[in-house]
């Protein structure tokens, strides 16, 4: 089983940019045959796709949200995947989350399709955003 960690959460300043890791593990797992998504859960609201990268990371797509600020990257000889956010607004406050799945379409739509989970989650890293 692969297993995903986040790090880098923690308060900042509205216009403050942070860089959040997530790192895979898990024997028999290669971090390279999966594709890898970011995502965020704000309090009172449902969990929000922001935007995945396909195995090799040479191509990317992003939430409207996000789009702009956000930037995903990975390197697959560290076997971990990034989420650099910029310009954050306190609305950015929120849980965020990485996601890995072998199908770069099942991390799209799995905040919208009730009927489909990626195959591995992470446990959430809290991003506070100040005014």
């Known amino acids: 089983q692969l297993q995903l960690v986040e790090s880098g959460g923690g308060l900042v300043q509205a216009g403050d940019s942070l860089r959040l890791s997530c790192v895979a593990s898990g024997s028999g797992r290669t971090f390279s045959n999966y594709a890898m998504g970011w995502f965020r859960q704000a309090p009172g609201k449902a969990r929000e796709f922001l935007g995945a990268t396909i195995k090799s990371g040479s191509s990317t797509y992003y939430a409207d949200s996000v789009k702009g600020r956000f930037i995903i990257s990975r390197d697959n000889a560290k076997n971990t995947v990034y989420l650099q956010m910029n310009s954050l607004k306190p609305e950015d406050t929120a849980v965020y989350y990485c996601?890995?799945?072998?199908?770069?379409?099942?991390?799209?739509?799995?905040?919208?399709?009730?009927?489909?989970?990626?195959?591995?989650w992470g446990q959430g890293t809290l991003v506070t955003v100040s005014s």
């Open positions: 996601g890995a799945d072998p199908n770069f379409h099942t991390l799209v739509v799995v905040t919208t399709d009730k009927d489909t989970d990626i195959e591995v």
